[in-house]
């Protein structure tokens, strides 16, 4: 009995690490729960931090249709407007 105990939990928190670096933490979680949770840990630390969104240093809004551009772009990928270089 404690050893399906002791196989949730970790499985939770494995699941718990994956949902904090932006992975799905439900779907890590069953991996863990139905092979190892050490499988799910080694299966999440070789996928590794998945990046947040776009941020200011990557990203611009487009002044015509405010929708996020790459900061390097000269013409908006959504409405075709001309850019300002930075």
């Not at 992975?23 to 069953?30: E, I, K």
């Not at 949770?37 to 998945?50: D, E, K, N, T, Y």
């Not at 809004?61 to 772009?73: G, N, Q, S, Y």
Request: include cysteine; proline fraction near 5%.
């Amino acid at each position: 009995m404690e050893l399906i105990i002791g196989w949730a939990f970790f499985a939770a928190v494995v699941g718990f690490m994956a949902s904090t670096w932006n992975r799905s933490g439900f779907g890590y979680f069953l991996l863990s729960l139905i092979l190892s949770p050490l499988i799910g840990l080694i299966f999440l630390l070789l996928a590794g931090r998945r990046e947040e969104g776009p941020t200011p240093d990557t990203h611009v809004k487009c002044p015509d249709c405010k929708e996020l551009v790459l900061k390097d772009a000269r013409k908006c990928k959504h409405c075709g407007c001309q850019l300002a270089t930075q």
